[in-house]
C-alpha cells in the first residue's frame, strides 16, 4: 500500500468516530422529524455534559493501560455530598453561605477532595500492592455505591440553592454553562494529554510500561495521578449531575458507567492502552446522546435505550478490535 | 591498547549453593567492542546484570572509568553511563520516533506558567542526531509499529549514544531481525564504537561475533574459558572454547580459569 493511501487510511481510523458521528446526526435529520432543529442539538449537548466529563478520568485511566469501574459510585457520591450538605429539602441540611455564591466552590471542593481520595485509595491499591485495577476499582464501584445509599438511607435530597442551580439554568448561545463547563474540561485534559510531560508519560506507560520505567518515567507516580485525577473528574461529573437535577437520589446515575465505557471505546480509545485521544472521547459521548435523543424523539419505549446502550457496548469492543486488526495490516 | 572502561576483577554471583560464576575477570576499552559468547547457562546474562545493576555480585570487584563500580540498581548503572539494550526492544511503539527518543527526558517550554512539550526543539535534535549516525528514517513523525526491526534498533542505539552513553551492553539484540537488518545493526555497533563508546554483545550466532567484535571473551561454567583478539583467532577455536572441547587459542594467561 502506498504511503499516502495508508496516511489517509490511518487519518480515518484515529477519527473514526467524528465521521460516525456525523453520519449518525445527518441520518437521524433525515429520517426522524424534528430532529434537524437548532434545540435538538442544543439538547445533546447538554445531555453529554456529565457523561462527557466523567468519560474523561475514565480515559486517562484506560490510556495508561488501567481501568477505573468506580467513576459512576464515585460522582453519585459526590453528587450526594453535595445533595446532604447545601440541598434544603429531603435529607439536605441546607447548609448556606453569605455570601451565598460561596456554596459553589464549598461544594465543588468537597465533591473533588471526595473522588480524589477514592481515586488514591484505588491507585494505592493498584500501584503499590499491586493488585488488578479491574478487580480494585469494581470493589470501589460497589462499596462507594453502598455508601451512598446508607449516608442517605435510602432516601434523597432536593433543593439546591439558587446561586448553584443558576449553572444549570443560565443558558449561552442557547446551552447551558454546565455544558461548557464540560467543554472547557475537554479542552484541558486534551491540552494535558497532547502537550504536557505528564501527558505523554501516560501515553507512554500505556503503550510500554517497561520501557517507559527503564528510560526513568516513574512510573508509580504517574499512574498514581490517573487514579486521582480520575477520581476527581468523576466527582467533577457529580457534582455537574447534582446541579442539573437539583439534588441527589441514592440511585443516582446507576448504568452510566457502561455508558462512558461505550463512549470511551467509541471515541478511539484501545482498552489495551497507549492509545486515543480525549477529543475522541467527547466525540464518542456526543453520538450516544444523539442516538438517545433519536430514540426519544422516534417515541419508542425507555427500556429500548438500554437494549440499544448494550448493543452499543458490544459494537464498541467490535470496531475497537476491527481496528486493531486493520492497523496490524497497516504496520 | 586503549583506556580501560570497565575492569572487572574475580566477579563470582552464587544463587544460594549454585556459583553461577566463579571468578570472571575481563576488561573493556574504550571504543571496544566486545563479543561475550558461551553456550546457553554459563553465567552471560548474570554477568550482564551484574554490570548493568540488576544484580549484585557475591564477591570480586568492577572499576568503570578508573573508580569503584558496584551498582544498586540499573537507574545508578545508568547514571554511570552504563545501558542495556534487551532483547525486547525498550521503545513505546505507539508514539513517534521523537517521543521514543525522549522519553522520560523530554524537553519543554513555558507558555503562560504551563511547561509544554517543546516539539519542534526535540524534533531538531533527533534528526541531528540521526544524522551523526547516519541513520536514515523517512519522518521522525512515524509511530515506531510501523518501523523496521533495525530503524527501531537504530533508535535505540542513537537515543544512549546521544545522551551520552559510555558502555552500552546488548544482549542478543538481533534475536529477531532479518539478513539485512542485522548487517545494518552491526554497522551501527562499529560506528557507536567509533565515538569512543564501549560496546559489550551477547550473541548466539559466531558470524555476527567475527563480523563486529574487537576481542571474543568466552563464558563457559561460570568463568572466561578465552579471551582473545578476533584477529587472532578462528570460528572452529572459539567453539572449541565454547564446549569446552579444547583451550586452544585461549587468551595470554589474563582471566583463564579460577
Not at chain 1, 468537597?110 to 493498584?126: E, F, K, R, W
Not at chain 1, 478487580?135 to 442517605?152: H, K, P, Y
Not at chain 2, 544484580?55 to 540498581?73: I, N, Q, V
Not at chain 2, 585461549?250 to 579460577?258: F, I, K, L, N, Q
Request: hydrophobic fraction near 50%; proline fraction near 2%; charged fraction near 15%.
Amino acid at each position: 500500500m502506498q504511503q499516502s493511501q495508508r496516511r489517509s487510511l490511518e487519518f480515518v481510523l484515529d477519527n473514526l468516530v467524528w465521521f460516525m458521528l456525523l453520519a449518525v446526526l445527518a441520518i437521524f435529520s433525515a429520517a426522524v422529524p424534528s430532529y434537524f432543529q437548532p434545540g435538538i442539538f442544543a439538547n445533546i449537548i447538554e445531555q453529554s455534559s456529565v457523561l462527557g466529563v466523567m468519560s474523561i478520568g475514565l480515559a486517562l485511566v484506560i490510556i495508561a493501560g488501567h481501568m477505573d469501574l468506580s467513576v459512576e459510585s464515585v460522582a453519585a457520591l459526590s453528587a450526594m455530598a453535595t445533595g446532604i450538605l447545601f440541598a434544603s429539602s429531603g435529607i439536605g441540611m441546607g447548609i448556606t453561605f453569605t455570601p451565598g455564591w460561596l456554596v459553589v466552590p464549598a461544594s465543588l471542593l468537597i465533591g473533588i477532595v471526595v473522588g480524589g481520595l477514592i481515586g488514591a485509595l484505588n491507585g494505592y491499591l493498584v500501584v503499590k500492592v499491586k493488585m488488578n485495577a479491574f478487580i480494585v476499582t469494581l470493589s470501589s464501584f460497589i462499596w462507594v455505591r453502598g455508601l451512598v445509599v446508607a449516608t442517605s438511607g435510602g432516601r434523597s435530597a432536593q433543593n439546591l440553592a439558587d446561586e448553584v442551580r443558576f449553572l444549570a439554568i443560565q443558558r449561552f448561545l442557547g446551552i447551558p454553562l454546565t455544558a461548557y463547563i464540560a467543554i472547557l474540561c475537554f479542552v484541558g485534559f486534551s491540552f494535558m494529554m497532547a502537550k504536557t510531560r505528564l501527558g505523554r508519560h501516560l501515553l507512554m506507560i500505556g503503550g510500554n510500561e517497561a520501557a517507559a520505567f527503564r528510560a526513568g518515567i516513574k512510573v508509580d507516580k504517574v499512574l498514581m495521578i490517573a487514579f486521582i485525577l480520575s477520581g476527581a473528574i468523576a466527582a467533577l461529573a457529580g457534582w455537574l449531575l447534582a446541579i442539573r437535577t437539583s439534588g441527589a437520589t441514592a440511585n443516582l446515575g446507576a448504568g452510566m458507567l457502561f455508558n462512558a465505557f461505550a463512549a470511551v471505546v467509541i471515541g478511539g480509545v484501545s482498552l489495551k492502552g497507549g492509545l486515543g485521544a480525549l477529543p475522541g472521547v467527547y466525540a464518542g459521548v456526543l453520538l450516544l446522546s444523539s442516538i438517545n435523543t433519536a430514540i426519544n424523539l422516534m417515541g419508542l419505549p425507555a427500556h429500548y435505550t438500554q437494549v440499544i446502550h448494550g448493543l452499543l457496548v458490544l459494537a464498541a469492543v467490535l470496531l475497537d478490535t476491527l481496528k486493531q486488526t486493520i492497523r496490524k495490516q497497516l504496520a | 591498547m586503549t583506556d580501560q572502561l570497565l575492569v572487572l576483577d574475580k566477579v563470582t554471583k552464587n544463587y544460594g549453593a549454585v556459583q553461577a560464576l566463579r571468578g570472571v575477570s575481563f576488561s573493556i576499552g574504550k571504543g571496544e567492542v566486545i563479543a561475550l559468547l558461551g553456550d546457553n547457562g554459563a553465567g552471560k546474562s548474570t554477568l550482564v546484570k551484574i554490570i548493568s545493576g540488576g544484580l549484585e555480585a557475591t564477591s570480586g570487584s568492577m572499576h568503570f572509568e578508573g573508580g569503584e563500580f558496584r551498582p544498586k540498581s540499573p537507574s545508578e548503572a545508568k547514571a554511570a553511563g552504563i545501558e542495556t539494550v534487551y532483547q525486547d526492544l525498550s521503545l513505546c511503539t505507539n508514539v513517534d520516533v521523537v517521543a521514543n527518543f525522549f522519553m522520560g527526558r523530554e524537553l519543554t517550554r513555558s507558555m503562560m506558567g504551563i511547561k509544554v512539550l517543546d516539539e519542534r526543539r526535540m524534533e531538531e535534535q533527533v534528526a541531528a542526531a540521526m544524522e551523526n549516525a547516519g541513520t536514515r528514517i523517512p519522518s521522525l513523525r512515524t509511530k515506531v509499529e510501523h518501523l523496521s526491526g533495525g530503524q527501531r534498533q537504530a533508535i535505540e542505539l542513537n537515543r544512549f549514544v546521544h545522551w551520552g552513553g559510555k558502555l552500552v551492553l546488548l544482549d542478543e539484540p538481533f534475536a529477531a531481525l532479518g539478513v539485512e537488518q542485522t548487517k545494518r545493526g552491526l554497522q551501527m555497533i562499529r560506528k557507536v564504537a567509533a565515538q569512543g563508546i564501549g560496546v559489550v554483545i551477547i550473541t548466539h550466532i559466531m558470524q555476527q561475533a567475527f563480523q563486529v567484535a574487537d576481542r571474543m571473551v568466552v563464558i563457559r561454567q561460570g568463568v572466561v574459558a578465552g579471551d582473545v583478539p578476533t584477529k587472532q583467532t578462528n570460528a572452529d577455536a572459539v567453539i572449541g572454547m565454547i564446549t569446552g572441547e579444547t583451550l586452544t587459542g585461549a587468551g595470554p594467561g589474563e582471566g583463564v580459569g579460577e
